[in-house]
T-cell receptor
Framework: GAGVSQTPSNKVTEKGKYVELRCDPISGHTALYWYRQSLGQGPEFLIY????????DSGLPNDRFFAVRPEGSVSTLKIQRTERGDSAVYLC??????????????FGEGSRLTVL | SQQGEEDPQALSIQEGENATMNCSYKTSINNLQWYRQNSGRGLVHLILIRSNEREKHSGRLRVTLDTSKKSSSLLITASRAADTASYFC??????????FGAGTTVTVRA
């Protein structure tokens, strides 16, 4: 596709359930990022992939959060035992190289997660 | 934690007026970027200014950077209703991770 694709666009789940959010980056982009955005706030960094490996997962809030990118393209963010505080918009972004070199991150529309 | 802070939090202007928003940050940077986010949508890159640049223009956008004060400003000239959005500054303290501020919400009244 032309842009970063995220599915689902909306997810409502119950506390304690498991959730997967998918990101399909722009073809050929080696760098992939996950951010979380709460209402009225800016995006907060979660994890960064360069190729298949998680180069920096320092933003993951706890061990209930995990992300994979097994073939260096599509990435899945996995949240176990969801809590109400996990409710937010989860944004995925990709870039052709390092953000500091190429500048721009290309963002998807986000997956809005609501935990009841 | 968020590196940048935008000021003001919200801004309401009449169509045709200029909109100015500021960003302050804490640590040394390689570059600073501005993004726009329409309600319920993803972020769109507007402009990047490198740490050795002081001013940059792109269409109706003008960005300044003062590394001594650790601050940047974004000016939108001759605003339009379509400029209504939230605007975020983003800084990189290393080569790959962008840290975003809380944003300025701009409303342009017709």
């Amino acid at each position: 596709g032309a842009g970063v694709s995220q599915t689902p666009s909306n997810k409502v789940t119950e506390k304690g359930k498991y959730v997967e959010l998918r990101c399909d980056p722009i073809s050929g982009h080696t760098a992939l990022y996950w951010y979380r955005q709460s209402l009225g706030q800016g995006p907060e960094f979660l994890i960064y992939f360069q190729g298949t490996g998680a180069a920096d997962d320092s933003g993951l809030p706890n061990d209930r959060f995990f992300a994979v990118r097994p073939e260096g393209s599509v990435s899945t963010l996995k949240i176990q035992r969801t809590e109400r505080g996990d409710s937010a918009v989860y944004l995925c972004a990709s870039s052709p190289g390092l953000a500091g070199e190429t500048g721009e991150l290309f963002f998807g529309e986000g997956s809005r997660l609501t935990v009841l | 934690s968020q590196q940048g802070e935008e000021d003001p939090q919200a801004l309401s202007i009449q169509e045709g007026e200029n909109a100015t928003m500021n960003c302050s940050y804490k640590t040394s940077i390689n570059n600073l970027q501005w993004y726009r986010q329409n309600s319920g949508r993803g972020l769109v890159h507007l402009i990047l200014i490198r740490s050795n640049e002081r001013e940059k223009h792109s269409g109706r956008l003008r960005v300044t950077l003062d590394t001594s004060k650790k601050s940047s400003s974004l000016l939108i000239t001759a605003s339009r209703a379509a400029d209504t959005a939230s605007y975020f500054c983003a800084t990189d303290s290393n080569d790959y991770k962008l840290s975003f501020g809380a944003g300025t919400t701009v409303t342009v009244r017709a």
